[in-house]
């Protein structure tokens, strides 16, 4: 039986196929449809740009370098201060080129902390300049190197704190050491602040001994 032909009527009821007007050809997407792809890059985790950072050079044993630690000599906590000097000490044993490259950086950040209030600070600031910083810089040209010292050194032995101007006395025995000609440079300057302690007679006898002792090796210079 041969089926009639179908009118234009029926064949707007039946709407369009999509599925065979789609066929061979992608549709757009719509326009307001949001992009959902997430495109991904390489997260860099704290401590792996941290050890980038710090490839090829010179660290503490606890993996601080020179930089770190003459930042921690600031820092409020008298035992992290400590701490950070012990950590210059045995970095510069270990990597003696170190102290060679950043001699000046390094006097010039620890020269700060020659008035430190903390007592056993200044003794191990101290006994790092004596130990490591002086005797490996005496072949150098010492001349701008002491200059850089000589002011902090004469400013502490006017400081309010009588362990602060004692230890003063002790620092400047450094150079003197090392550099004996340099005595005859700040030795007017040197005795009039120890004068002027006399003077004012600030200290007990005990105090007067160790500062006695404490200039008696640069006035025999």
């Given amino acids: 039986m041969v089926r009639g032909k179908v009118s234009s009527k029926e064949q ?11 066929e061979g050809r992608k549709l757009p997407p719509p326009k307001n449809v949001t992009n959902t792809e997430i495109k991904s890059k390489a997260i860099v985790l704290p401590e792996q740009s941290v050890a980038s950072e710090k490839a090829g050079l010179s660290v503490s044993k606890k993996g ?3 930089k770190e630690l003459l930042q921690k000599t ?7 201060r400590k701490g950070a000097l012990i950590g210059v000490r045995d970095l510069f044993l270990k990597y003696p080129a170190e102290l060679k490259l950043h001699k000046y950086a390094v006097m010039e950040k620890l020269r700060e902390r020659i008035s430190d209030n903390d007592k056993v600070f200044r003794e191990t600031l101290y006994q790092l300049f004596k130990s490591v910083v002086f005797p490996s810089c005496k072949e150098d040209n010492h001349g701008p190197f002491i200059s850089m010292m000589m002011a902090y050194i004469f400013n502490a032995t006017t400081h309010l704190a009588v362990d602060v101007r004692l230890m003063a006395f002790k620092f400047f025995d450094l150079p003197v050491q090392h550099y004996p000609s340099f005595f005859s440079l700040y030795a007017e300057k040197i005795l009039q602040n120890y004068e002027d302690i006399l003077q004012k007679n600030q200290f007990y006898l005990q105090d007067m ?9 640069a006035v025999a210079m």
Avoid at 12 to 22: C, I, L, P, S, Y
Avoid at 209 to 217: D, F, P, R, Y
């Fill in 12 to 22: 707007q009821n039946r709407g369009v196929d999509f599925k065979n007007k789609a």
């Fill in 64 to 66: 601080l370098t020179l």
């Fill in 74 to 80: 600031s820092h409020h906590n008298p035992k992290i």
């Fill in 209 to 217: 001994g160790k500062l006695k002792n404490a200039l008696v090796g």
